[in-house]
């Protein structure tokens, strides 16, 4: 089981240009840790989620990526100049950064896991009948989508790709693309309650994976950390763990 070297370094790439920390222009590494951190700016090409540029934090293989706003920066510096990537995600840390934000109307709203394709995994083939739909042909299931994991008709993570399975003319389960990021994808998947158990899922995925890489672009599948079922699909997918992520947001306004 491995991840492609090139794909590690368009992902780091991306995780760059996510956190306003361009390499070879901005000494922003921090400590012996690998630790990146600089203000908060929207980039071309980032990822954004939730519209929120207020802080953002990567990790991924002994490295860390932190965006944060001139108003926490300083303290940002401080804060994580001798943090362990490895144990970045950990009650004690996050409980800290909840706080920072909590002064700040804002709240961490989710830890998130991605994985990357192991490029040890095998080629896979349809296990039932597919169809494939391409950008402009996604945009008629707007009005009626089933599959929300799937598509998800964003502005700023648009649908790319999408593979569907079919028992005759029924369609039951799709796995999307959208294009999150300048080098990297997201699949999202989804399958009708009673077909669900038979491997649908991972095949679809794994399907859409593969479509992915031969367009040379980066496939990355993200889930909760506690979401068990979802890693299952990624792994059986031929995914591997690859980086965490924190995400944060306004509070939301009490009547």
């Given at each position: ?17 996510d956190c306003n920390c361009l390499e070879g222009k901005n000494p922003t590494q921090l400590g012996k840790h ?16 939730h519209n929120e540029l207020f802080f953002r934090a990567i990790t991924s293989f002994g490295e860390l990526f932190i965006m944060a706003d001139e108003t926490i920066y300083p303290w940002a510096k401080e ?177």
């Amino acid at each position: 089981m491995r991840i492609d070297k090139n794909i590690l370094l368009l992902a780091k790439k991306q995780f760059c240009l996510d956190c306003n920390c361009l390499e070879g222009k901005n000494p922003t590494q921090l400590g012996k840790h690998g630790i990146h951190i600089n203000r908060a700016k929207k980039l071309p090409g980032a990822r954004i989620y939730h519209n929120e540029l207020f802080f953002r934090a990567i990790t991924s293989f002994g490295e860390l990526f932190i965006m944060a706003d001139e108003t926490i920066y300083p303290w940002a510096k401080e804060f994580f100049k001798d943090a362990s990537p490895e144990w970045f995600c950990s009650f004690k840390n996050l409980r800290e950064i909840d706080r920072k934000m909590n002064e700040q109307g804002r709240e961490i709203l989710d830890t998130h896991i991605y994985f990357l394709p192991d490029m040890d995994a095998g080629i896979v083939e349809p296990i039932c009948n597919v169809k494939w739909y391409e950008k402009d042909e996604i945009l008629p299931f707007k009005e009626k989508n089933p599959f929300g994991n799937a598509l998800m008709f964003s502005e700023t993570q648009p649908d790319m790709l999408a593979v569907a399975a079919f028992d005759k003319e029924k369609m039951i389960g799709m796995a999307g693309a959208s294009a999150d990021g300048k080098y990297m994808w997201q699949i999202g998947i989804d399958v009708l309650p009673e077909y669900r158990g038979h491997g649908l899922a991972a095949n679809l995925t794994a399907l859409i994976k593969q479509e992915i890489i031969r367009r040379k672009k980066v496939p990355f599948y993200g889930t909760s950390e506690s979401h068990s079922v979802s890693q299952s699909v990624a792994i059986k997918a031929g995914f591997l763990p690859a980086w965490a992520e924190i995400f944060t947001h306004k509070l939301p306004v009490r009547k």
